[in-house]
């Protein structure tokens, strides 16, 4: 073989190989760009992994299921905390009920083995039950009395904390804008920090949760 040839050989393998690393390189920049970083770049962060409850913890052995992607709440009373405790934040929920069902989402609460949690707020879900506070209310703080929500579709519930201020959005419409008094004390208040719960309200009521995430604030 030539001395030309050789060259040719050795010129076509180091173009080869500079065309490898390139390669791997736009690889790995790819990878480092792909959905589980664009997902978490925005600051949102599941609580609920779509499989199991992982992360969560159940009080009075509560009648919480996870079915095709969903927490089926049904049953007695019972609550499903986060283990996870958050101080600002903002907070999603996809929400369907079952007309007459009852339920809530609490925030800033704390995990308790009986009762209705007495620390934290409870964002009402409720479109049809008897009782008159509707879904979005701050329960025994700000009460609404009609809601955007319907039965039998999904909507998304959207709580924001900041400081003393919470905002409540029911499919990006505001419901709620409150301010806690400064010194606001005992059953419901904002406290310092504190779990999310889900609210097992009666036997009767069936209603499903998804898409459970939360994007934390600065203080």
């Known amino acids: 073989m030539n001395k030309y040839r050789s060259q040719s050989y050795f010129n076509v393998f180091t173009g080869l190989m500079a065309a490898l690393v390139i390669s791997s390189v736009l690889g790995s920049t790819t990878a480092c ?38 927490i089926v709440v049904t049953g007695k009373r019972s609550h499903l905390f986060t283990e996870e405790e958050f101080k600002n934040f903002e907070f ?49 703080r700000v009460k609404l009395f009609k809601t955007p929500a319907k039965d039998n579709e999904w909507w998304t519930q959207h709580i924001i904390v900041k400081g003393r201020h919470v905002i409540v959005k029911i499919n990006d419409e505001t419901v709620i804008d409150y301010t806690e008094p400064e010194g606001a004390t005992g059953s419901p208040s904002l406290g310092d920090k504190g779990s999310f719960a889900i609210q097992a309200h009666d036997p009767k009521s069936v209603v499903y949760y998804k898409n459970i995430k939360v994007k934390p604030l600065a203080d």
């Open 92 to 140: 999603k929920a996809d929400v369907k009920t079952t007309p007459g069902s009852n339920s809530g989402i609490f925030f800033h609460t704390k995990f308790q083995e009986e009762g209705w949690p007495t620390q934290g707020y409870e964002s009402q879900v409720n479109v049809s039950h008897k009782d008159p506070v509707k879904t979005g209310s701050l329960y025994n």
């Open 33 to 70: 760009s792909g959905d589980n970083n664009a997902a978490s770049a925005d600051g949102w962060v599941d609580l609920f992994n779509g499989k199991d409850l992982t992360g969560w913890k159940i009080a009075e052995g509560g009648p919480f299921e996870v079915k095709d992607g969903v």
